[in-house]
Nanobody, 127 residues
Framework: QLQLVESGGGLVQPGGSLRLSCAAS????????IGWFRQAPGKEREGVSC????????NYADSVKGRFTISRDNAKNTVYLQMNSLKPEDTGVYYC????????????????????WGQGTQVTVSS
């Protein structure tokens, strides 16, 4: 059974950094895409970043470009989201999601493309 487990969230001051992890298990696909999404209170869940497991291609929302970096460790079936220069507006619950497809371009930032989701990890950016 496919399982996605996020970790690494917490409370950080503006300008600080956090690294989120998404550990995936229970599957054998070689082609899949993992995305990071976030949801702030009262707002829709939005795509933050995504990565293809096969070729490592990545995409980012404009709001995080230059500050966030997504990476993968295929041997560990784990995807990371390094978040630097955090802002209060980055606050929210961060979810990772997986779909057993190669999603090209910004399609990988679209929530409805994904079929499996983790439980989420809270990120709070506040002084």
């Amino acid at each position: 059974q496919l399982q996605l487990v996020e970790s690494g969230g917490g409370l950080v001051q503006p300008g600080g950094s956090l690294r989120l992890s998404c550990a995936a298990s229970g599957f054998t696909w070689n082609y899949y895409t993992i995305g990071w999404f976030r949801q702030a209170p009262g707002k829709e869940r939005e795509g933050v970043s995504c990565i293809s497991a096969s070729d490592g291609s990545t995409n980012y929302a404009d709001s995080v470009k230059g500050r966030f970096t997504i990476s993968r460790d295929n041997a560990k079936n784990t995807v990371y989201l390094q978040m630097n220069s955090l802002k209060p507006e980055d606050t929210g619950v961060y979810y990772c999601a997986l779909v057993p497809l190669y999603l090209s371009g910004t399609y990988c930032l679209v929530r409805r493309q994904y079929t499996s989701w983790g439980q989420g990890t809270q990120v709070t950016v506040s002084s």
